[in-house]
C-alpha cells in the first residue's frame, strides 16, 4: 500500500491528493499558527475518539483559533475517507491553521480556517523492537513553556529525534531543570521502586491519550502506579522505562545514554502493560460489531 493517500479532505471538500494545496501565505506556513492530532483507527473503528477530539478542542481554544467546522464534520471527514479507502488499520492525521492573510503578527479578523485531515495506514514499531526494547539518550528540553497545547511549530522535538537518530536511539527524552518532561513524539514511564511513574500533568509536558489509557490499564491490573516528579538520576536508575504514543503505543526502553535500563530487558510491569493494551485495543473491532456499529 503506498504511504501516499489517494484522497485528502481540505476545507469541507474530499479532493485528490495532488490537488490539496494551500496558499502561500497560510499562517501555518508562515507562523506555524495552527494545531494537529493523531489518531488511531483499529479495526476499522477510531479508538479515544472522544479524548483526541476533546484534545483538539482545547488546543484551539488555547490558540483562540476558531474550530470551524466543528469536529463532529472533522469526525465525519476521516470516517468517510476510512471508509473509501478501506482501512482497518490506520492513522488519522488533522491539521487545522487559523487561515490565510497577509502576513502580520497580529491576529486578522474574518478569515476561515484551514482544515486537512489525512488517513494513512497504521505505523507501528517493529514486533522486534516491542520485544527486545529500543535505545533513547536524553535531551535538554528547550521547548515553549506550552508543551500541552499541540501545535505544530514542533523543530526543537524534529532536532532532537535527529540527535536521537544520530546516537542510534529510537527516542530522546527531554529534561527541563532537572526532571523528566516527555519525549520528542511520546510520552515516557519509569517504574520507581516497583511503581509505574510518569511525570505529572502540566504545560511543559503532552497530555498524551495513550498515556491517560495507560495509567487506567495500570489501575485495571492491579499495578501501583503514580504521576509524580521524575529526576534525572531517577530515571537513570530506574528498573524499567517505557515510552507511550498513539503510534508507538507501549515501547520498552532497554537502554538510556548507552546504559542499560535495569536488567536490559523489557520488564515485567513493561509486558503486562504491553499485552493489557493489546487486549484492548484489539478488540475494538469486535467490540463494536456485538454493539452494532
Known amino acids: 500500500m503506498s504511504d501516499i493517500p489517494k484522497e485528502v479532505y481540505l476545507n469541507g471538500r474530499i479532493v485528490p491528493y495532488g490537488e490539496a494545496v494551500v496558499p502561500i501565505e497560510d499562517r501555518g506556513y508562515q507562523f506555524a499558527d495552527g494545531i494537529y492530532e493523531v489518531i488511531r483507527v483499529y479495526s476499522g473503528q477510531i479508538f479515544e475518539g472522544e479524548r483526541h477530539f476533546a484534545r483538539l478542542e482545547r488546543s484551539a481554544a488555547f490558540l483562540e483559533l476558531p474550530l470551524s467546522p466543528g469536529v463532529a464534520s472533522v469526525r465525519a471527514a476521516g470516517e468517510e475517507l476510512l471508509r473509501r479507502g478501506a482501512l482497518r488499520e490506520a492513522q488519522i492525521y488533522i491539521q487545522v491553521t487559523r487561515g490565510v492573510a497577509a502576513r502580520a503578527h497580529a491576529l486578522p479578523t474574518d478569515i476561515e480556517p484551514t482544515v486537512v485531515v489525512l488517513v494513512r495506514g497504521a505505523v507501528v514499531p517493529p514486533e522486534e523492537q516491542v520485544e527486545r526494547g529500543v535505545a533513547a539518550i536524553t535531551a535538554s528540553d528547550t521547548r515553549w ?71 487506567e490499564l495500570c489501575a485495571a491490573e492491579g499495578l501501583p502506579h503514580a504521576e509524580a516528579p521524575v529526576t534525572e538520576a531517577q530515571l537513570h536508575g530506574a528498573e524499567e522505562i517505557f515510552v507511550t504514543g498513539t503510534n508507538t503505543e507501549v515501547l520498552p526502553i532497554v537502554t538510556l545514554n548507552g546504559q542499560a535500563v535495569g536488567s536490559g530487558a523489557p520488564g515485567p510491569h513493561t509486558r503486562q502493560l504491553i499485552a493489557a493494551f493489546r487486549r484492548l485495543t484489539r478488540g475494538v473491532g469486535a467490540r463494536a460489531a456485538a454493539a452494532g456499529h
Not at 537518530?165 to 527541563?176: H, M, N, T
Not at 518532561?181 to 500533568?201: E, H, S
Open 145 to 215: 513553556a506550552h508543551v500541552h497545547v499541540k501545535v505544530i511549530g514542533l523543530l526543537p522535538n524534529v532536532l532532537a529525534k535527529q540527535r536521537a537518530i544520530r546516537a542510534g536511539a529510537y527516542e530522546a527524552i527531554f529534561i527541563r531543570d532537572g526532571y523528566v518532561t516527555d519525549c520528542t513524539a511520546t510520552n515516557v514511564f519509569a517504574v520507581i521502586d516497583g511503581a509505574v511513574t510518569t511525570p505529572p500533568k502540566s504545560n511543559y509536558i503532552l497530555h498524551g491519550i495513550t498515556r491517560e489509557v495507560v495509567l
